[in-house]
């Protein structure tokens, strides 16, 4: 399968301390790549540098074919890559449908003029997204509180909906931080199986930060290895366990 993520040599410094050095990653198309490594290695810079939260100092990000490198995140919302958080952001006094419907971009009833001189359009495009966002929602699980504030959800609700929000947007690549993190093991569940499922069914293509092994091995291959900002290793997660410079990068020298 062709790459649509690919990352040639990046470095980005902050100050006098290099986090990626010479760093360069390919995920396929339709794949689910795990990233991981020891805390300080590096994960969430390049994440950030990928969706475009962070220049690089040197190096290419190319997105399908297309070089990306230092656009910002809104441009390449567009252009089908997003990312969700550790620690999720929603609109906490919108209810959860109302959350997914925010973001589908040049909705009609943001124009002034299209409000007062195209009310009909206007109302054909918010049913056409409020059937999307029902849809969605019942997709990941949550129909049960949709018309609850988003604030009141509880933190694994929470990533569901933030996982809901990248199917409103039709995304192609999505970048998931730590989305265990807070979670309970059922809601877990329930996320790694949408996860499994956006895939299986509608292509989503995902880059997985994330220290749970168990969600790792179940949903990620290949998986690889950051350690001093550049990648160690990148195999099976059986490869990867086995191997012993990932176990002395995690555990130190003296690890049996």
Wanted: glycine fraction near 10%; include cysteine.
């Amino acid at each position: 399968m062709p790459s649509i993520i690919d990352v040639r040599h990046v470095y980005k410094a902050f100050g006098g301390l290099k986090v990626i050095n010479d760093c360069s990653i390919q995920v396929e198309q339709g794949s689910i790549t795990g990233l991981i490594g020891p805390n300080g290695a590096g994960k969430s810079t390049l994440f950030n540098i990928i969706a475009g939260a962070l220049p690089l100092d040197s190096g290419q990000v190319l997105l399908d074919g297309e070089d990306i490198t230092n656009r910002p995140a809104n441009e390449l919302f567009h252009k089908g890559l997003l990312r969700t958080f550790q620690i999720a952001h929603e609109f906490s006094q919108l209810t959860a449908l109302e959350n997914l419907m925010m973001v589908p971009p040049r909705q009609a009833g943001e124009s002034l003029f299209d409000a007062w001189f195209k009310p009909g359009v206007v109302r054909e495009q918010e049913d056409a997204v409020r059937r999307k966002a029902l849809e969605v929602i019942d997709f990941i699980g949550l129909h049960h509180v949709r018309n609850e504030l988003a604030g009141n959800l509880s933190g694994g609700q929470k990533k569901l909906l933030e996982l809901g929000r990248t199917m409103m947007a039709d995304a192609r690549v999505v970048l998931l931080d730590e989305i265990a993190a807070g979670v309970n093991r059922t809601l877990l569940g329930d996320l790694v199986s949408n996860i499994e499922r956006l895939n299986r069914e509608l292509g989503y293509t995902f880059l997985v930060i994330e220290h749970d092994m168990e969600m790792i091995a179940r949903l990620c291959d290949p998986v690889i290895v950051l350690a001093q900002g550049s990648v160690m290793v990148e195999g099976t997660i059986e490869e990867i366990r086995n191997n012993p410079q990932v176990i002395e990068a995690y555990f130190g020298s003296t690890a049996a």
